[in-house]
């Protein structure tokens, strides 16, 4: 929106109401009551970045939808699910949402960047978990024991089904995200099955 001449006190209101505006539209994107208390439930720093809690699982190329592919729905960074877990390249992250009507709301909004420190690497969000109508009634949407739930594309092209779902398995767990995050945490470079699916203790 572009503020044409006027008055100051004009524009000053306009500029309000653009405030204002835009705080609900950020409400609205963070519509999951988990999503939604644990980024209120922080403080930011500097960098603006939030640190919380959540409830992280993995999907990989042989159970993604449909089964067999890279497709997501919500492309920013990449047109396909990947990405190397570096800033510049982070992976490709799916959040619960919801419909209704025919309107869509993600619970973080599609292009938000985190960062897990469990695993050293940099997210963002370009794909949604949870299928069907009704996809808020999932558990992706209402959340895990209070927390959000996100779940990160693993890859597993390079590697047997099995071996995928075993490293899915791996990563799995309660973890701290920090939404927002400033560009220089340590990374370890390459999707989860490439790099041997690790996780950290810090």
Request: aromatic share 8%.
């Amino acid at each position: 929106m572009t503020l044409r001449s006027g008055n100051v006190a004009g524009s000053v209101v306009a500029l309000l109401l653009i405030v204002v505006l835009g705080i609900g539209s950020v409400t609205a994107a963070l519509a999951n009551d988990a999503a939604t208390r644990a980024v209120q439930s922080t403080s930011t720093n500097a960098y603006g970045e939030k640190a919380f809690r959540i409830y992280l699982t993995g999907y990989s190329y042989w159970d993604n939808t449909p089964p067999g592919s890279t497709a997501i729905s919500k492309p920013v960074v990449h047109r396909r699910a990947g990405g190397t877990g570096t800033y510049r390249d982070p992976i490709t992250i799916a959040v619960g949402h919801k419909i209704v009507g025919k309107r869509q709301t993600l619970d973080f909004p599609a292009g938000t960047r985190f960062y897990l420190k469990r695993l050293r690497k940099y997210v963002v969000v370009e794909d949604v978990c949870g299928d069907g109508s009704r996809p808020q009634n999932g558990p992706c949407h209402t959340g895990y024991n209070g927390l959000p739930w996100l779940d990160i594309y693993i890859d597993g092209q390079g590697v047997s089904a099995s071996e995928a779902t075993q490293c899915a398995r791996k990563i799995t767990a309660v973890q701290e995200i920090i939404l927002n995050p400033r560009p220089d945490y340590p990374v370890e470079v390459g999707s989860l099955t490439s790099s041997g699916c690790r996780v950290f203790s810090g």
